[in-house]
């Protein structure tokens, strides 16, 4: 094993310190050392020889002295032997050698210690363990752990002693465990057992055994006993200062616990061992035997207040009487009313003990000087100055403030009291003569005025008056304003404030009216606009209200004039604001959405970016149909022009404009809008926009559907005369579920209530919040007779009866399932009829109906209507390929549920064939219910449609035709266009956009056949309505692609100019600008010649694009080309250290002077022949101005240049020149290979003059000592 040691910088220091002054030398460059170098010996001292160190240690052995302390080594090794028969690995097959190198491995890898096995000639294992100490003995416990086979053993201890071995948080078990490489097993505290369990090897055990004993047997010589003593005699037992316990404990070597006073306990406790225990007590018992004797009490009042003065800090007064008199004084509880104190101790010390007392009773006294409240804080001064400097000479002396009263407390010895009594007192008199105050009335609305932002004002007034200003919180709503200090200075600040004040008063408060919604962009995000008005006009106070408040006053106040031009900038910015906040709502037809916002929203961001405005379309699952349109009045208007002529282009859309006077529009939209809703959605859902109000305008435009366009303006138009004649409402209510009932299936019953009077009824919509109240409208009479109709139905439905009906149990189940939604489906028509069938598994038939007397009947009604649909139901097939069901089906199945709510059947589609050849449909469903329920299964025929294809539809036989009809016009057609193969590639467009985008405007598929196939056949599918569009689509994109080609192949013309490579970087200009320009002046695309390609003419510049184009670009070229041939170069010599100055800082002087004389201006490259050359090229009036100008800066520099390097010359230290002369290197003298040839050269050969390492030599001086 071998260890490194390395000397810190300590003992470094010290090794240093050890040599002689002689032998400390320190190198310097004097000509005088370098011609007398340092001898061998000086420069190498020998090191000391052992002989010498031993024999005379207080004298220095060698240079190198004795200082230097040995370095522990921090790595160790130990060798641990395992007996063959305690190995647990014993066969010497490759197994065995393999488990226990594997163990080592982890062993090492756990504890970073390294592991050398072998095996000794009886078998057994040797291991070598290096590492750092607790490496090495954590990884000597997982050897015997692990490569050793185990033992345990049992000890019985005492259970109290337990704790003792496992010692504080455990580490005493834990040093054992690491010791002695063994485990150790101590039962619970809750366990009755004193058997410890050891395990490990014999030898562990044996050591770990003896070490859990040996704490046991320390253990059984300590004891604990308790001696109990009346609490009076303590303090005797202590002793002064605790002193007497604390010698008894130091002589014994035992430890003794006195409560302390404030505990009520009497028993002293002793921990030690048994002999010096008993010597302890029978010490104490001796001393409190000796007291209670001896002692006698007095009893004495002192004042409660002098009490504390008795006890003393910490209790030292009472110590030190004890101390000097031998006498226990005992003071009752603070809390205790009594005043007696009780003296205990020997009789003729009791008297001197009582003295001591009162003279510490009357040491300290109470005193109070008269002084002004307001004066307090400059008595205490700032940070408590002042008053340190007394407390400081009389530490002793408590001094206490009360607020609010006009004296201070002073609390302390006698004499110190006296004396900071009068050093405040002279204070008190000095500040009343040199201090004033004044208290003003000032309102306290203007005190957060006066204060100023972050209190700059009321600070300014107080540092330049030296005052103190006491302005009262808000929360006090107090006008009290006190000024204290100088009296010259309370004076003027009283002054000022007073003007500060009446100036506020004088100010203008000014309320704007600004809509709440503005105030939010008025403050700005984290109140930037804000902050910008604010700085603007920095007089003016601008209050918002609270936004809980919902108010629209902003309040201004300031000077008049800038209260004025802050109101006129703030009513100018409001009134951007309104114009940017013009809002108009644009009804557009739900499925007409998707494609104003088009694909990823390109439609809609495009008319944001354009019209410059914001739209806000209704959500996805929302029944609205308005799209927002926010902004200035004029781009909205654009917008919502855009948005119609997409809506226009996309659907068979009428627009029709009505004349109708607007006066009557109001009328004619009623309350919350009600009335025009109800003729919209009468009207199959058509949009009727009024005008704007107050634009005076009355045209009202119809949108929508040419068919329900006439319908809704026939019915405007009626609405309007009679709004014309005679007007006149009358509102009635009914519960919401009768509503529908009140309606009718299809507004059946409401129109013939409008027809037989000519009055309109109006129901709620969803979203009003009255929903019982029905509005109706017409002229008196009709409405009066509409109102009695509708009262009488609603009479009715009041009467609540109860009825049945028989219907077949068979039925039955067609008016639950699904959860009941057939008897929901009546509830809701009926007005909430009741209608309760029979329980499953009983064979009743008997159905009962509760509710108002006509909804029963109507309901009855309608149930036999469902009864006599189901029995006259039919089964009806309808054979489409299953590859075309999805597209059948619709997106989420809405084309099948549209079918089947129009014709009141049920359709069913068949599974999905289990291995399909042609299709990879999904599994199919029948309205909702799960696929192939209640299907027959039929004989497969060659001849007939597979099964997977037939989709089966139930209901009455007309209806299930017209189903039918329907299905089959859903099912998608193919036509075939034709479109040149090399135009594919554009119409499909980058990654597919663009084919994408005709397939979702046209709704179809579009097939374009793969390009190794060069076919000009495009194949589209879909439905037949969307075909014609979409292929008449197709063919206008074909037209444009073309009309493309043919731009292309214009644009692609080209044209050659010769022009010398040398004026080509001039053409491109910097940056490429020149040439950049040439580019887009012309929109030509410029080749310049690879000068990397030798066989590309160097002199050839490309031009493409339109052949018009392309010639005008030629001829810029050859313009520039010809100013360059006018231009000539010339060579100038220019000193080479002054090119840095004439540069500049990144080339910015030198690019002055090239725009100023308009020359290009050359510097020679770092290694050029000729350092000096220059060259400046332009025209040559340019070229010559350019170097008289280069010539006077170089004779301006070049003087600089001198001076500076004459300046250099005086700075430069000598040294630098000697430094060139070729290094000597390290020189000595008197070494041993410079010895006269007359000494023998060292014998290589020999062990003595050469020794090997660990090779016992005989000891011999050499020039290093001997070996150690």
């Known amino acids: 094993m071998s260890s490194v040691a390395v000397l810190t910088q300590e003992s470094f220091a010290e090794h240093r310190s050890g040599l002689v002054p002689q032998q400390i030398k320190v190198a310097t460059l004097n000509s005088e050392e370098e011609s007398d170098p340092p001898t061998y010996k000086d420069a190498f001292p020998p090191l000391p020889e052992k002989a010498a160190c031993l024999e005379s240690a207080q004298e220095p052995a060698g240079a190198w002295g004795n200082k230097i302390r040995p370095i522990k080594a921090s790595v160790i090794t130990q060798v641990f032997h395992v007996p063959l028969e305690e190995r647990k690995y014993k066969d010497m097959n490759q197994f065995g050698e393999g488990e226990q190198a594997k163990i080592c491995l982890e062993i090492m890898q756990r504890t970073g210690a390294h592991l050398e096995l072998s095996l000794a000639k009886d078998q057994g294992l040797s291991i070598m363990v290096s590492g750092k100490l607790d490496a090495v003995m954590k990884a000597r416990k997982d050897i015997v752990a692990r490569l050793q086979t185990q033992a345990s053993a049992t000890v019985a201890i005492p259970k109290e002693h337990h704790r003792f071995v496992i010692g504080k948080n455990g580490e005493k078990l834990q040093d054992l465990e690491l010791k002695t490489a063994t485990k150790i097993q101590i039962p619970r505290p809750d366990d009755p057992s004193n058997q410890i369990k050891i395990t490990g090897t014999k030898e562990g055990i044996e050591k770990a055994r003896h070490e859990v004993l040996l704490i046991s047997a320390e253990q059984d010589k300590r004891a604990v006993e308790r001696l109990e003593v009346e609490k009076a005699f303590h303090p005797f037992i202590a002793g002064p200062y605790n002193r007497l316990v604390g010698e008894i404990m130091q002589e014994t070597g035992t430890r003794i616990n006195i409560p302390p006073p404030s505990v009520n306990r009497t028993e002293i406790v002793f921990t030690g061992e048994k002999e010096q225990l008993a010597q302890a007590v029978a010490r104490i018992k001796k001393i409190y035997e000796e007291k209670k004797k001896k002692t006698t009490t007095i009893a004495v009042e002192v004042k409660k207040s002098q009490h504390k003065y008795v006890i003393g800090p910490k209790g030292n007064s009472l110590q030190e009487i004890l101390e000097r008199t031998g006498v226990s004084v005992e003071i009752p509880p603070s809390d205790s009313i009594s005043e007696t104190v009780i003296l205990r101790g020997e009789p003729e010390k009791l008297g001197q003990a009582l003295t001591e007392v009162y003279a510490k009773a009357n040491s300290f006294t109470v005193s109070s000087v008269a002084a002004p409240s307001w004066l307090h804080r400059f008595i205490i001064g700032k940070k408590g100055q002042n008053l340190a400097k007394i ?145 603007k006009f920095p007089e003016v106070i601008i209050n918002f209200p609270d936004p809980a408040q919902k108010s629209d006053i902003v309040q201004l106040r300031g000077p008049k004039n800038e209260v004025e031009k802050c109101t006129k900038y703030m009513q100018k910015m409001v009134a951007d604001l309104v114009e940017n906040s013009y809002s108009i709502s644009v009804p557009i037809f739900k499925q007409f959405h998707k494609n104003i916002i088009g694909k990823g929203g390109a439609n809609i961001k495009k008319i944001r970016e354009e019209s410059n405005t914001k739209i806000d379309l209704p959500a996805e699952n929302s029944n609205s149909e308005t799209i927002i349109i926010t902004g200035k009045r004029a781009n909205c208007e654009a917008a919502r022009s855009r948005i119609l002529s997409i809506q226009k282009d996309l659907a068979n859309i009428a627009e029709v404009e009505v004349s109708i006077p607007a006066k009557l529009h109001n009328s004619l939209i009623g309350t919350k809008g009600r009335l025009i809703r109800s003729i919209m959605e009468e009207c199959g859902g058509v949009h009727i926009h009024f005008p704007v109000e107050g634009s005076g305008s009355d045209t009202v435009v119809i949108r929508g559907p040419s068919s329900d366009v006439e319908k809704a303006k026939k019915q405007l138009l009626h609405l309007a005369e009679e709004k014309q004649t005679k007007s006149f409402t ?149 054979a489409i390929p299953q590859k075309f069901h999805r597209s059948v089906m619709g997106p989420k199945g809405s084309r099948i549920q549209q079918i089947t709510r129009d014709f009141s059947v049920q359709i069913k589609f ?123 689509g197709l063919l206008e994109r074909v037209k444009e692609l073309q009309a493309e080609q043919e731009d292309r192949a214009l644009r692609s013309f080209k044209l050659s100019v010769t022009v010398d490579p040398k004026y080509h970087p001039k053409i491109i200009g910097r940056k490429g600008a020149v040439i950049t320009q040439i580019r887009l002046e012309h929109d030509v695309n410029i080749q310049f ?162 020794p090997s390492f660990g090779a016992q030599v005989a000891p011999k001086t050499l020039p290093w000592g001997p070996k150690r």
């Not at 009140?742 to 929903?771: C, H, M, N, W, Y």
């Not at 099912?971 to 034709?978: G, M």
């Open 910 to 1032: 068949p599974d999905r064939e289990e291995n399909p050849v042609h299709s990879t449909e999904p599994v199919v469903q029948e309205n909702g219910d799960e696929a192939g329920e209640g299907r027959e299964a039929k004989d497969s025929d060659p001849g007939s449609p597979r099964r997977c294809d037939i989709i089966i539809i139930s209901g009455r036989k007309e209806k299930c035709e017209a189903a039918k009809e329907a299905l089959e016009a859903l099912v998608p057609v193919t036509v075939e266009v034709e479109v040149p193969f090399d135009l594919h590639r554009y119409v499909i467009g980058q990654k597919g956009s663009g084919i994408r985008k005709m397939m979702d405007e046209f709704e179809v598929n579009i097939h374009v056949p793969a390009p190794e196939l060069q076919s000009d056949i495009i194949a589209i599918t879909g439905l037949a309505a969307n075909l014609d569009r979409a292929k008449a």
């Open 391 to 535: 407390t400081q000479q009389m530490p002793k002396v408590h001094i206490e403030f009360t607020e609010g009263e006009d004296k201070i407390t002073l609390e302390g010895p006698t004499e110190d009291v006296s004396v900071a009594q009068e050093h405040i007192e002279g204070m008190v008199k000095d500040l009343i003569n040199r201090m004033d105050y004044v208290e003003i009335n000032i309102d306290h609305k203007f005190h957060r005025h006066l204060i100023g932002k972050s209190g700059a004002n009321i600070n300014r007034i107080k540092d330049q008056y030296k005052v103190s200003v006491r302005i009262p919180p808000d929360s006090e709503k107090s006008n009290l304003i006190r000024i204290e200090g100088d009296p010259q200075g309370v004076q003027q600040a009283k002054r000022e404030l007073l003007e500060l004040a009446s100036r506020m008063e004088n100010e203008r408060t000014k309320d704007l009216i600004i809509e709440q919604r503005f105030h939010r962009t008025i403050i700005g995000q984290k109140g930037e606009r804000i902050r910008e008005i604010r700085d």
């Open 1089 to 1250: 010649p690879d000068k990397d390609d030798g066989n590309q003419p160097q002199d050839q510049i490309t031009i493409t694009g339109y052949e018009k184009n392309t010639e005008a670009a030629r001829d810029a070229i050859l313009r520039i080309v010809g100013e360059l041939e006018q231009m000539v170069s010339e060579d100038v010599p220019l000193d080479h250290r002054v090119h840095a100055r004439i540069i500049g800082a990144r080339g910015k002087a030198i690019r002055k002077i090239m725009d100023e004389f308009k020359v290009d201006i050359r510097f020679p490259q770092s290694g050029a022949p000729d350092p000096n050359c220059v060259t400046v090229t332009g025209l040559p009036e340019n070229v010559e101005e350019a170097i008289d100008h280069i010539l006077n800066l170089e004779e301006e520099y070049l003087a600089d240049v001198v001076d500076s390097e004459a300046l250099q010359v005086y700075m430069k230290p000598p040294v630098h020149e000697e430094a060139k002369a070729p290094s000597r290197g390290f020189v000595v003298r008197d070494a041993p290979w410079a010895a006269s040839s007359s000494e023998k050269a060292p014998d290589m050969s020999s062990s003595e003059e050469f």
């Open 730 to 878: 009358v509102d009635i209510r009914a519960k919401p579920e009768y509503h529908k009932f009140l309606i009718g299936k299809g507004g059946g019953k409401i129109r013939k209530v409008r027809d037989s009077t000519g009055a309109r009824v109006i129901f709620p919509a969803a979203e009003d919040k009255d929903q019982d109240l029905i509005t109706i409208i017409g002229k008196e009479d009709a409405v009066r007779e509409a109102q009695k109709e509708l009262e009488a139905l609603i009479q009715n439905l009041d009467n609540v009866v109860e009825d049945s009906m028989l219907v077949d149990p068979k039925h039955h189940r067609h008016f639950v399932i699904r959860r009941g939604q057939v008897l929901r489906e009546i509830a809701e028509e009926y007005g909430g009829v009741m209608v309760s069938f029979p329980r499953s598994g009983t064979q009743s038939d008997k159905v009962t109906l509760k509710g108002a007397k006509d909804c029963v009947e109507a309901a009855k009604k309608r149930i036999q209507e469902i009864i006599e649909d189901l029995e006259a139901q039919v089964t009806l097939e309808c």
